[in-house]
Each structure stands twice: as structure tokens, then as C-alpha cells.
């Protein structure tokens, strides 16, 4: 799994099945992780195809695919798990673009990691592109991982947040039935806290190290007021959104806007609007708890927002690593659950959450 943060791209060891005659009948088992971070050239190329060069996305394509391979490669290597064994790979990929369903029209995506390089290096069949299907039966494509939220983490009598803060934040509603859980974007993770580090330390840092530039400035309220009032944050689930919407564009206009704001200050006003835009999205549903995972959670300045805005509500939150995953592996672990669905023919999508007309099989299977 790469994420939007584009920062590097998980590995998961994983078995997962459906176990008969049990209390629990679904079981994943994480059996190892790795994290693998993009070289700065990969980086800055992968940030540059966000603004579309063909050329550039279409090597990208291939250089992401032998990337992937080599972690595969590597993640068996360190576990000594015969590839023999290995059913198959689930390759998330890495977003390129986004384009929601909207006005009427039909939504796009486009993920990169050529799917045959990873089959021919690895001799695994694997399985990619699980967005498209969703989209082609009118979903949102995005999210993806309520099913396997339901899977991992319904309780009877017990509604949870699960929330996912990568480059955007995205959290699943449990709260009973598959068919009534919801899930949907809430708006900006890490991706304009981490664009905005790009420019002020010039494209030295990447993101906000346990939030500490952040923390040392002050949020400038009338800058929270007017991205609190941002379009997207009234829309009504299903929906999805991405950094053409909450991305560089946004964080220049805002530095060209506010120009003297300090910079620190700029930070921790983003910092603000991510956790107030997850409190705001959530807070109608009133969950008996929130699961964090994903990067986000790494910025304990965010964190510490976010658990302060739920305090208020009574509303405990919790991080996923007290379940027994860590929360860098988690979203890796859910496509891992997703290609399981998919070799076994099972849909992989809930429509519910993605807006779709019909639940559908995902992804494309590519044969070694």
C-alpha cells in the first residue's frame, strides 16, 4: 500500500480467511511488516505526475512496479517464507489522480505499479487496480476499506469510528449490519500539513516530526474559520476527495492569502483544521469509540488535538496498535483482505459506503 503522502509504500506478511464453526469467522493474521520509503527522486517524481506528464507516468508505471517487487522480495527474504506458499499479492498502487462522480458524470482514477512487473519479478500472481471496479458501478472508488473495517473490527452493540489518517482522513462507521456501515473522506490528513513543510523549509522536510513546528505556533482563527467553510466538508457521504482538492494548490493560495502569518502559525492552523474536520465528520454519528491508525498518528501534536475534541464529547479514542496492529500496517493489511475477497470471488466493495449501484468483485488479476 502507498498512500497519498506518497512517503514510501508498506508490506504486509498476512493469512486471512473465512474460519467455519467459529465465534469469530473472519480472521486476518499479520505475520510481518515492512515499510519501504521512496528515494527523494522517486519522490519528487512522483509528486511532479500529480500535475499530469504522460512520459513521466509512464515510466513512473514501471519504476513502481519494480520498487514493489523488491519489497515483496525483500519482506520473503527476511521472513524465510517459501514463495511457493504465497497465494497472491495485493497491490494497492500508488494515486496518480482522483476525479469523484459529480454532475452527473461518472468518476476516474488512475493507480500506478505495474501489476505485470510485480507478477514477473515475484512469480506471484497478483492482483491491482481494485478502485476502478467500484467507479465503473458509479461508486466514489474510495473508500475501500470498510469491508474489511467490518471484518477486522465489528462488535455487537458497539458503534465504532475507524479512522484512517493518511494524506486525506477517511473513517468507517460500524454500527451493525455490513449493509448499514458507512465510510467516506472526511477531508485532509497529513497532505497539507506536509505540503506546507515542503515550502517553508524548502522541500528540506517533508512532513512535521511529532507535530513540533506546529506546536510552536498559534492557530490563526480566522484562517481555521475560512477552511472550516471549504465546500467539501458540507457534502453529504457517500464521497471522496484527494490532493486536487486538499493539496499544493491550496497551501500556496493560503501562504499568498496570509503572508504575514508566520509560517509556524500556518502549520498549526492546518494541524487544527485536519482534527476539527474529523471531530466535525464523525461527531453526528456518536461512535462509543474512535480507532486511529494510519501516518497521521505518528504527529502526536494531532493526535493530541483529536483526543482532546472527543474528550469533550465523552467519546474515548483509541489507537489501532492496541489491537494488536500496528498502525502503519494497517491499511496494507486491509488490501491484503481485499485480493483474499477477490480471489474468492466475493465482492469487495460496500456500496453503502462507496456510493456504488451494486456491491462488485475488485480488481484485476495478473498471472505469473
Known amino acids: 500500500m502507498s498512500g ?29 511488516h515492512l515499510h519501504q520509503p521512496y528515494g527523494t527522486s522517486m519522490k519528487e517524481q512522483i509528486r511532479r505526475s500529480f500535475f499530469g506528464d504522460a512520459e513521466l507516468i509512464c515510466g513512473l508505471n514501471f519504476a513502481l512496479g519494480e520498487f514493489y517487487a523488491r519489497g515483496v522480495i525483500k519482506l520473503l527474504q527476511r521472513t524465510g ?6 497465494d497472491a499479492i495485493a497491490s494497492h ?13 461518472r468518476g476516474s482514477t488512475l493507480q500506478i505499479g505495474e501489476a505485470s512487473v510485480i507478477a514477473e519479478r515475484t512469480g506471484i500472481a497478483t492482483i491491482s487496480d481494485f478502485r476502478t471496479r467500484d467507479m465503473a458501478a458509479g461508486g466514489q472508488g474510495a473508500p475501500l476499506v470498510p469491508i474489511t473495517d467490518y471484518l477486522l473490527f465489528n462488535k455487537k452493540g458497539v458503534a465504532r469510528a475507524i479512522v484512517n489518517i493518511g494524506g486525506m482522513a477517511n473513517v468507517t462507521i460500524i454500527q451493525g449490519k455490513q449493509e448499514d456501515t458507512i465510510a467516506f473522506d472526511m477531508g485532509p490528513g497529513n497532505a497539507l500539513i506536509d505540503e506546507a513543510m515542503r515550502i517553508v523549509s524548502g522541500y528540506i522536510k517533508i512532513y512535521d ?8 505556533g498559534k492557530c490563526h482563527r480566522h484562517l481555521l ?20 482538492t486538499f493539496g499544493e494548490a ?6 499568498s492569502t496570509y503572508r504575514k502569518a508566520p509560517h509556524e502559525d500556518i502549520v498549526a492552523t492546518l494541524t487544527h483544521f485536519t482534527s476539527a474536520s474529523i471531530h466535525r465528520a464523525i461527531i453526528p454519528y456518536r461512535p462509543d469509540e474512535v480507532i486511529l491508525s494510519g501516518g497521521g498518528t505518528k504527529n502526536s501534536f494531532l493526535t493530541s488535538l483529536i483526543h482532546d475534541r472527543f474528550q469533550e464529547s465523552s467519546i474515548p479514542v483509541h489507537t489501532i496498535s492496541e489491537y494488536g496492529i500496528p498502525s502503519e500496517a494497517k491499511e496494507a493489511l486491509s488490501f491484503a483482505i481485499l485480493g483474499y475477497l477477490t480471489l474468492k ?20 488479476i495478473t498471472l505469473p
Open 209 to 216: 516530526r511529532n507535530g513540533a513546528f506546529a506546536r510552536s
Open 250 to 255: 491550496m497551501v500556496r493560495h493560503i501562504f
Open 93 to 105: 498502487g500508488q494515486t496518480i489522480y482522483h476525479v469523484p462522480p459529480g454532475n452527473k458524470k
Open 4 to 32: 497519498t503522502s506518497h512517503d514510501g509504500a508498506d508490506f504486509v506478511l498476512a493469512e486471512t480467511g473465512f474460519i467455519k464453526n467459529s465465534s469469530n469467522p473472519f480472521q486476518a493474521k499479520l505475520l510481518a
Open 81 to 86: 517464507i517459501p514463495y511457493k506458499t504465497i
Open 225 to 244: 474559520k475560512k477552511l472550516s467553510s471549504h465546500p467539501y466538508l458540507k457534502k453529504r457521504p457517500p464521497k471522496s476527495t484527494g490532493r486536487e
Open 345 to 364: 470471488g466475493m465482492p469487495g466493495n460496500i456500496p453503502s459506503a462507496t456510493g456504488a449501484e451494486r456491491a462488485v468483485v475488485l480488481g484485476k
